[in-house]
């Protein structure tokens, strides 16, 4: 069994090597893995991250990198790690030891002992982590669990171990607007839990802000659901049906009883309302379009600058 290790980095020069070292010897001392190889994807970090994964990879030429020419975000980074890597198993893992290896272990045993196609680590508790992103997280499984086909269990992680044909599936969805944990539900396949205690991140700092994780979790509900398009519809039907029944009283109570229908105020409320679902059924609209734009234009997830793989002389991959 050879293990892949897939780590997205950016911005992680104080820990990388910590982490590489801790990891590699839980990997050494597993006993369902032969063989290991990493694949950190140096996501365009603006610090020495890359000199360091240099370092690394001088004296274990099992730990391969590949560096992108900017920052593409960690679902790029994902990506590509997955594309890179050779192993039969693959694990993707934080760079930032939030990711406790000591569950390396009990993951490669379900899947080698249990047949479990991929096993995803899954937080206890969220102790250390700010009260206010852990309450709108939950809240956010929560509708997008209602919302949307693929069922995506709360306080889950990237942290995943997988099978070389669970990992070939989800490369298969090549979609430019990748939300991995949506994919992961997605493919289906066989798949087991453990749970463990947040770890909090010991150096370095997250790399995510409250506008990046809004942003992160419209990507996920555009991606795996269109139930946002349906409300904007049934909205605008509903308020037709309304608008006309209102209309026909209006007429029925100025020709059959000839009252004279006053209410400037009705007027103006019903104008700002109408106005108001029309540009947020438009809003609902455009962001399926911007995403459909971006993948019409069928861009490369990433680009990569250099990597341990390319024979630097004829740029060619070996
Ligand atoms: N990461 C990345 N590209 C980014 C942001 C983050 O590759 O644009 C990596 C980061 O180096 C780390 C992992 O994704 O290995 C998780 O990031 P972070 O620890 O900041 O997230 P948190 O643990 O706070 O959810
Ligand atoms: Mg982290």
């Given at each position: 069994m050879l293990l892949s290790l897939v780590v997205p980095c950016y911005n992680e020069e104080d820990i990388i090597e910590k982490f590489y070292k801790i990891t590699s010897q839980y990997v050494r001392e597993n006993k369902h893995i032969n063989d290991y190889e990493f694949v950190f994807i140096n996501d365009g970090s603006k610090d020495r991250t890359l000199e360091k994964l240099k370092k690394i990879n001088?004296?274990?030429?099992?730990?391969?990198?590949v560096s992108f020419s900017r920052n593409f975000g960690k679902e790029a980074a994902i990506y590509s790690g997955l594309q890179h890597s050779k192993g039969d198993l693959i694990v993707l893992m934080d760079a930032d030891l939030q990711h406790p290896p000591y569950l390396l272990e009990e993951m490669s045993r379900?899947?080698?002992?249990?047949?479990y196609d991929s096993v995803g680590a899954v937080r206890a508790d969220r102790k250390g982590e700010n009260k206010i992103r852990a309450y709108l997280s939950k809240k956010f499984y929560t509708f997008i669990n209602s919302i949307s086909d693929v069922k995506m269990e709360a306080n889950s992680t990237d942290y995943r171990m997988m099978t070389r044909q669970f990992v070939d599936s989800v490369l298969s969805l090549s979609e430019y607007n990748r939300f991995t944990k949506g994919i992961f539900s997605w493919v289906g396949y066989n798949n087991a839990t453990i749970k463990y205690e947040n770890v909090?991140?010991?150096l370095g700092e997250s790399k995510w802000n409250?506008?990046?994780?809004?942003k992160y979790s419209m990507e996920g509900i555009i991606?795996?659901?269109?139930v946002p398009l349906m409300i904007s519809s049934l909205l605008g039907f509903l308020l037709c049906f309304f608008s006309i029944l209102i209309f026909l009283i209006f007429i029925i109570k100025y020709f059959v009883f000839g009252e004279i229908v006053k209410g400037f105020l009705t007027l103006i409320c019903s104008i700002f309302l109408l106005g108001g679902v029309q540009l947020l059924s438009i809003g609902v609209l455009g962001q399926y379009l911007s995403k459909?734009?971006?993948e019409v234009k069928n861009r490369p997830v990433y680009i990569v600058k250099e990597s341990s793989d390319i024979n630097e002389k004829n740029k060619k991959y070996i």
């Open positions: 001088s004296f274990d030429k099992k730990a391969r990198y379900k899947i080698v002992e249990e047949s909090e991140r010991e409250f506008f990046k994780l809004l991606s795996f659901s269109t459909a734009y971006l």
